[in-house]
């Protein structure tokens, strides 16, 4: 009798922790769905930028192309945190029910500075100064890519700029440890709009002109090569390894960054069309387009290369083989290569010189790599 009911308790035990299991394992999917951008859209379902369009905007986005969710910007890292924020959105929740779309833009546009920790930034984008790594139970707890960080393996990984590296943003040299740690800045000081106002990333940057153009300790505004250096190489003409090197015309004719770019006092950085034609026909604006698109497919065609080369290079690192003149070469396409991405602006400031030279050079040499590490009768290998 004793043993049938010690028989009795352990199945009630054991069905009680399989319903547990399967009660915890549906709130978790539960706790993913609604935190997924599909279940957002529900009440963010405008479209292009700005408020109530988040989703679409998202998608849009160099976070959504890298698969980066809703809650792993608008919840700091961990299962903690993470269940603070889903407690939170059933408010959110209540207030999408109960207040206008003009009371719930209001709301938002008055606690825009607050939806994204800086912490949470930091925490993929920073270096020694973000947090630690959350850890594998929190990640498979809250589904997010943020909880799978892993600070500069995490980076490398998805390719990701630690900010806190020496000064260079995509051809800028901005130093944002200075910024941050010195002058108390931001990240949504100058990329509130990154990712949800495509049309306006760079709103903020007028701020900029507080320091650096009345400011006598800071580089000022007129001293563009002081932070843009990659654009004002390859405008004069240099910044390429083994290349000759070919300046612009204009740059030839006496003309300086603020000949195009004359409303950057004004905080407008991006030079008008309209001011192009004080100089140039009609045409000219057509002719910018064609200097892009074949620059752009150029640099496609070369970044394609520059991938099966890398691959290739590290099949034969495999194999037992070493080439060390072969990865130097590689490591300077791919830094001529970066030097065209990081200008920014697809062959525009320096059309001949990026498409005639760099560009060229790069995928010949890409090429040669490719070919020679494809030999059936290199060096220690075995011909069939």
């Known amino acids: 009798m004793a043993s049938r009911k010690r028989l009795i308790i352990g199945l009630l035990v054991v069905i009680a922790l399989l319903l547990g299991g399967v009660l915890f394992w549906g709130t978790l999917q539960l706790l993913h769905v609604t935190s997924s951008p599909t279940f957002c859209f529900s009440c963010h379902s405008g479209t292009k930028d700005g408020i109530l369009a988040e989703v679409d905007s998202w998608r849009h986005s160099a976070h959504g192309d890298a698969g980066v969710m809703c809650l792993d910007c608008h ?22 029910i109960v207040l206008s779309e003009e009371e719930t833009r209001k709301l938002l546009e008055l606690h825009r500075y607050e939806l994204v920790p800086q912490t949470t930034c930091l925490h993929c984008h920073g270096g020694e100064t973000s947090q630690g790594e959350s850890g594998e139970l929190a990640a498979l707890l809250t589904d997010r890519l943020t909880d799978r960080a892993s600070q500069d393996g995490f980076r490398l990984e998805h390719e990701i700029p630690n ?21 108390n ?10 990712v949800h106002d495509r049309q306006n990333k760079t709103e903020l940057k007028d701020s900029c002109l507080q320091c650096h153009q009345n400011h006598s300790s800071a580089p000022q505004i007129e001293q563009c090569s002081a932070c843009h250096l990659v654009q004002s190489a390859l405008f004069e003409g240099w910044g390429a390894i083994g290349s000759a090197g070919e300046a612009n015309p204009m740059y030839l004719a006496g003309i300086n960054c603020t000949g195009c770019h004359a409303g ?21 604006l057509e002719l910018q387009e064609q200097w892009q698109s074949s620059t752009q497919q150029r640099m496609d065609e070369a970044r394609g290369l520059l991938n099966e080369a890398r691959e290739l290079l590290k099949q034969r690192k495999g194999e037992g083989e070493e080439n060390e003149a072969d990865w130097i070469i590689l490591l300077q396409a791919r830094r001529n290569l970066n030097l065209v991405r990081d200008d920014n602006t697809s062959g525009v400031h320096n059309f001949e010189y990026i498409y005639q030279q760099i560009l060229p050079a790069v995928i010949s040499d890409l090429q040669i790599i490719i070919a020679n590490a494809k030999k059936t009768d290199r060096p220690g290998t075995k011909t069939p």
């Open 75 to 96: 919840a700091q890292p961990g299962f903690t945190e993470y269940m603070k924020t889903k407690l939170k959105g059933l408010k959110d929740a209540l207030h999408s």
């Open 163 to 183: 900010i806190f590296a020496p000064p260079d943003a995509s051809g800028l040299i901005f130093n944002h440890g200075v910024h941050i740690e010195h002058f």
């Open 185 to 194: 800045m931001g990240c949504s000081d100058c990329h509130l709009g990154v």
């Open 264 to 284: 950057v006092l004004e905080g407008l950085y991006r030079p008008p069309q309209d001011l192009c034609l004080m100089c140039h026909d009609d045409g000219y």
